[in-house]
């Protein structure tokens, strides 16, 4: 049974959450302080956590980034926060995803489990990653290797020039997407489809966002990019 984290500060709306996860056959835990919340999400292996931004003692937009920072959970915000620059912020600190408030419960769910269907795809079966102590073996077929950039799809590491980058589980599998298709343009919109698969307000933030961040992580020059390449008007491509 999955396992999930609220930390959320209105009494009512976490109640609400949880019944809904219970219905639909979840365990949920809730905290009502940021950093009472932070603790038990690093304390424990949650399959996901539900963070509103607004809280006491501490910002969700700290606790998603402390939490980012050493574990690969899938991080759904939920906040009456409605602003585009929200958004973007709550994505770049490493969300997969952005509710706003008030929300469907039963819309929160359905992206919850798909988020949670698409970790375990993801992760293969391994179980819950964390960014420290991965297996490194990888058979030739199961690596990708261009220039200095080693993608180890087995062990779901990337490294530049031998250094590794530490990705999120959304990140890895935007690159490898984009590595598996070499110099193919694709729009943003194609990639929200294929690599999210969730209608979601600020899809397009979405993909900005975990195209900036991969940029920053592998590339010499985020702002003259070797590997992906935007062509505007178009979309993004991955160039070899």
């Known amino acids: 049974m999955k396992n999930i984290l609220i930390i959320e500060d209105e009494p009512s709306i976490a109640d609400l959450q949880k019944d809904y996860f219970d219905i639909n056959g979840f365990t949920a835990d809730i905290c009502h302080k940021g950093d009472e919340g932070l603790r038990q999400a690093l304390a424990n292996d949650y399959d996901l956590i539900v963070l509103d931004l607004s809280l006491p003692n501490m910002d969700g937009l700290d ?24 958004k973007i912020r709550g994505l770049g600190f ?6 706003t408030k008030p929300f469907s419960p039963s819309e929160l769910v359905a992206r919850v489990k798909a988020h949670l269907a698409r970790y375990e795809r993801l992760v293969g079966g391994r179980g819950r ?16 290797r261009i220039r200095g950039l080693l993608i ?6 990337v490294f530049v020039n031998g250094k590794e980058a530490i990705m999120t589980a959304k990140e890895f599998d935007v690159l490898t997407f984009m590595a598996t298709h070499p110099n193919r343009v694709f729009s943003k919109e194609h990639l929200f489809e294929r690599l999210w698969g969730l209608d979601s307000v600020g899809d397009i933030a979405t993909v900005v966002v975990h195209i900036r961040r991969i940029r920053e992580k592998i590339e010499l020059d985020p702002s003259n990019p070797q590997f992906i390449d935007t062509v505007w008007g178009a979309g993004y491509r991955f160039t070899v």
């Not at 180890?152 to 590491?157: C, F, L, P, T, V």
Request: negative net charge; aromatic residues 4%.
């Open 63 to 86: 606790i998603c980034k402390q939490i980012r920072a050493v574990k690969d959970v899938p991080i759904v915000i939920v906040s009456a926060r409605k602003e585009e620059v929200d």
């Open 94 to 99: 490493g969300a997969d995803d952005y509710v």
């Open 152 to 157: 180890d799809k087995a062990s779901r590491r």
């Open 129 to 144: 990653q964390h960014f420290a102590g991965q297996d490194t073996s990888a058979s030739p077929t199961e690596e990708i």
